[in-house]
Structure formats: C-alpha cells, structure tokens
C-alpha cells in the first residue's frame, strides 16, 4: 500500500514558473490513499486543487488556520490579531501589494498574506509588538500569523479525522511554513528548491526541486509499495 500524503502546493507541486505540472494530474488522482494539501493558500485554491484532479476535498490552508475534513471545517487562530499588524504596517507606510482586487487575501478567514516584494523590515517590526503573532516567510508570501497555528497541528486534526495517525503520513515540502508537517509526518521531503528551515526538519533533501523534486518521491514510494 501508497502511505498517506501531505503535500504542499507552491513550491512543491508547481514548476518554477508557479503553474501547477500537468505530472500533478498523472500521480494524484490515481493515488490509492489520503491525499491531504496543505497549503498557505487560502481555503479555495487547495479545495478546487483537490476538486480538478478528482480527489476528496481534505484540506489544510493558511498554514493550518483552517482545515476541512470529512465535510467539516476547522478554523484556529486569531484574525483581529494578524489584522492589527497589517493596519500597523499599512499606517507606517508598508503595502500589502497584491494590487487591485487582492484575490489572495479576499477568501482569508485567519491570517494576512503581504507579497514577497513588501518592506519585510517595516512588517516584521510592526509584528514584534503584537503578542501571539509571527510572520512565516514562505518564499511566495509574508504570512502574518498567530504563533501556535501550524499546518503540523492541523494535520493532527485531519489525519484522526481519517482514521490515520499523523505519523503514517508522508510530507512533501519547501518551505519554512512545511517544518512543523515535516516534524508530525512520519517521513518527510524537500524538495532541492526548499529553504533552510524546510532542510533541516526533513528527513531527506531531494536531489530534484520543484514537482521533478515530488514526482520523484511519489514514483519511490510506489515502487516500496509495490
Ligand atoms: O501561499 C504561500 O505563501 C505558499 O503556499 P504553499 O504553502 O502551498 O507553498
Ligand atoms: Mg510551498
């Protein structure tokens, strides 16, 4: 038998251009066990991830500030909080910068994403005098966050909810906000593209980044199982 995946999506399932790989609806939809994406992403993207490619909708977003098992959905952390810092920042000159519309915030429900090119000074700085809240730096967003939400934790929501133990899972990632995945899976793999906190908490850098990186690990795992 496949184990369990928790997979990322930016980073790990894309290429380096950010499109998801077509490789992606070759190896999913025949995967026969849990699938779970866990993302930064907001709530829609990893549900119709997991809608086009034919797969149950169980979900971890923003960086497990909400998870959606078996038809239920699960929100944690402090939005008013993450939302202070972001007035914070904006008051002292710091944007957002998404542009007009802001797709990427508008289906938020526990946390603000600011874009990569932002004053990471000015917002890391703003964010140190609120309590409870860090910002994650996954290479795609500055994710202002309540300390304590964790795609980890919500992953040891999700898989007893699946009638699995996290640990039977297997966690493919690149960055720093796939750590606490790494350390509740019981096997864990970033991808050559991932940041230094994604190298440590793996068990094993891959040689290949991006999707060449997961498809690599998935088309392995097949193979043990076999
Ligand atoms: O939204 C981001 O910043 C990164 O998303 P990811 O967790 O799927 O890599
Ligand atoms: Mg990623």
Redesign the pocket.
Known sequence: MVPPLAL?????LTTPTGRIDPRAFELLPAWDAPVVF????AFPYPVALAHFLGREETVIAE?GGVAYVDGETTIVGDPDAAGAVVEAFRERGGAIGWGDGDTVNRWRETEV?VAPDADEALLREVAAAVEDVEVVD????F?VKSTGVSKGRALEHVAPALGLDPEAFVAI???E??ASTFRVAGESYAVANADATAREAANEVVAEGFIDGTASVLTELRERAE
């Open positions: 990322d999506i930016d980073g790990t866990a993302t930064g992403k960086n994403a996954t290479g795609y967003a994710h990632g690149d960055s906000n796939d």
